[in-house]
Every structure is written in C-alpha cells, then in structure tokens.
C-alpha cells in the first residue's frame, strides 16, 4: 500500500498505509520478546518489509528508520548461526540482509559488524559472488577507517604514516576490483546492444538513454551487484584522492599521478553505470521478429520490458547518486541522471530517491577533500548516505 500511495494519483492512501505500518511495529516488538517467534523466517521477513517501507516513504537523508531495522534483522541473523542457512526461505533470507548489510557498511562509512569472514564463509556461493562481496565489504571497512583518520590531526606524523597505508591498501583494492572485472563469468558481464548517436538537448532528460552504448545485463540480481562493484570502484577512486590530498598538502591534489589515474578510471565507471542505467528502468532491445527480448527474472509482475518495476529500480538508485556527484561526471550526465532520480521519486513512488536527489549538489571527493582540509563538519561536506 506503501508504495501504491506514493505515486501521484495515490497519495490521499498514504495516512493509511503509514496507520497500518505502526499497528505492523506494534506486532513485531510483542514478537521480538518472545524467544521462539523472534528466530523464526517470518519475523525477519517481516523486518525486512519494515525496511521497503522506510525506503518508500521516508523524508529524512540519514534513512535511520530503514537503519534501524536493518540492525536488527542483522541481530537477529547473528543469534541464528547456521540455523539460518537450512532452509530455502532461511537461505533467501540471509542473502537480502547481507545485501542490504554491505550497501549500508559502504553508503554510511561504517566497519562491518561480525567480520567479513562471517558474512562471506556463512553459506556456499559461487567465486564471483564470493569475491565480490568480500571486496564490498573491505570497502566499508576502508572508507570506516579513512572518515576516522579524516577526522585526526592532519599534520602530525603518525597520522600522515596511517594515511599513507591507507592509500597502498585502497591501491590494492581498487586492483583486486580490476581484476573481478576483468574476470567476470559471461552470466554476470553486461553486453553492449544499441549505440545512440545523440539526442535534442530540449529532449534529453525524458529520454530513456543517454547518447552513447547502452548495454544489457542477464538478469536483475546479478546485474545488482554488476552496478553496486561499479559504484564501488567509484568510491575507492575517492578514497585515494582524500588520502593523496592529505599526504601532498599544501599542495594541489589535482597535480599528483593519483589524480590522472582516478579522473580516467572514474570517468570509464560513470559511462558504464550510464550505459546499464536503462536495463534497470525496464528497457530491453526487441528481436528481428519484434518480440521482446526477456533476459531479466522479476520476482514478481509482468516483465515486458515496458514498465520499469520498482525490484530493479532499487538496484540502481544507489549507483545513480554516486555517479550524479563525482568531480568526473559532466553537467549533462549529472542532469539526465538527476532525472531518473526524480522519476523513481514521483512516479514510481520510492521517496528514496527523491531524499538523495535533494543532496545531488555535493561534489565528490573535492568537497570532502576541501572539508578533511578545514575540519567543516557541516552536512554539506558529507557524501549522501542511504
């Protein structure tokens, strides 16, 4: 009902859906008291659903609702141990709170409850997944560590010597996230499908593509965690630009070889989620015979390839954010994305969207390399969190 009442022609549903939502929380904390009731499948799905709910309605950047029971489905997750992973439901379960889990470790800088051990060596998996999620992880732990040092003395010897390492371990990150790349299996790699030679500038921001190759994914899940490692590799390129600034100060981080490095591999990832943002709107190219070409397993609906479904569109609204406020992505890119945001928000009805696209403005890294410098802790210094 949620998510019925955020589009536009809904909205007088949504006093409704929210009075449903906290008789909802008002079953589960009586549930969450009872020792048996609180491991079972149910209550964690149902905590799961709390968290969609929080994604589609809430009005506040720092998502503390969405937050909130997230931490406890993970609480929940750890006090079942292995028991999580017997059954089918258990093992669907565990995979979309360690999804959610590893974009709230990266979105919101923070170190990885549990361990990343525990979170990867939990349930058997294939090498692609398994190494992509180990990496995603270390990426929460490494932005946890740089904001921490960010935040110290920028002058003083030992922290210049933190900072330096933690420079060589983002190196070493963003060549093991190369390489995943590079290694990718032909069910997760993206295949380029139609080219657009350009597009009236009046006619852009409702266009479904963006000048340039557009590409298809095999299927949404994987195609998910295709364009979250883009995003990834992203912030790693932050990363390294913060720590070079500090360690060149007072001189200008844009004269290193760090920042020729990142300005060329961020301006490659920004086209690449560019290129894969209309798969996750729903597009897909049709046959010589006109049919549609399906290649994407929704969980539920139809799957046409018309109508953007909001499953798919989740995926992307995280990687289209980091995209719209790099230092490397053109105006014309930030604007057409910005656009995309604004759809999900007032058409689709995920406020989500419409939360980030409020702090599109922000610039990174320059903006945090420029607050790291002159200790603002201002929310206009911070990168939008999820």
Avoid at 52 to 68: K, V
Avoid at 126 to 134: A, H, K
Wanted: some cysteine; charged content about 20%.
């Amino acid at each position: 009902m949620a998510a019925f009442a955020r589009r536009p022609n809904s909205r007088s549903l949504l006093p409704r859906a929210e009075a449903l939502y906290g008789r909802a929380i008002k079953k589960i904390n009586l549930v969450l008291r009872d020792h048996r009731l609180v491991l079972r499948d149910s209550t964690l799905a149902s905590i799961l659903l709390f968290g969609i709910f929080e994604t589609i309605t809430s009005t506040h950047l720092a998502m503390s609702g969405w937050l909130s029971h997230l931490d406890g489905a993970i609480t929940i997750l750890k006090s079942r141990g292995k028991k999580q992973i017997e059954t089918p439901v258990g093992r669907d379960l565990f995979y979309a709170i360690r999804g959610q889990m590893v974009l709230a470790v990266i979105a919101n800088s923070r170190y990885v409850d549990a361990g990343i051990e525990w979170w990867i060596d939990m349930i058997p998996q294939d090498e692609t997944q398994r190494v992509i999620t180990e990496l995603n992880l270390r990426l929460g732990n490494l932005r946890a560590e740089t904001e921490k040092l960010m935040l110290s003395s920028p002058y003083t010897s030992d922290n210049l010597e933190n900072v330096s390492k933690l420079l060589h371990e983002a190196k070493l990150l963003d060549e093991r996230y190369a390489q995943w790349f590079e290694n990718l299996p032909p069910s997760w790699k993206p295949r380029t499908v139609a080219w657009i030679d350009s597009i009236r500038e009046e006619d852009l921001l409702l266009s479904d593509f963006y000048p340039g190759r557009v590409d298809l994914l095999v299927e949404i899940w994987s195609a998910g965690q295709y364009a979250t490692a883009l995003t990834s590799r992203l912030l790693v390129q932050r990363t390294i630009l913060r720590c070079a600034a500090r360690l060149c100060s007072p001189l200008d981080y844009r004269l290193t070889p760090e920042f020729t490095t990142a300005a060329r591999v961020s301006s490659q990832l920004i086209d690449d989620v560019i290129a894969a943002v209309p798969y996750f709107f729903g597009w897909k190219p049709k046959t010589d015979v006109g049919a549609i070409v399906t290649g994407s397993n929704f969980a539920c609906g139809k799957n046409d390839g018309m109508t953007p479904k909001a499953l798919s569109v989740l995926f992307v609204i995280w990687p289209i954010i980091v995209a719209a406020t790099s230092d490397f992505t053109t105006e014309s890119h930030r604007e057409w994305l910005k656009a995309k945001l604004a759809y999900v928000s007032e058409h689709m009805g995920i406020n989500q969207a419409g939360v980030l696209l409020k702090n599109a403005a922000i610039r990174s890294p320059s903006m945090l390399i420029f607050r790291d410098k002159n200790g603002h802790t201002s929310s206009i210094f911070q990168e939008p969190p999820v």
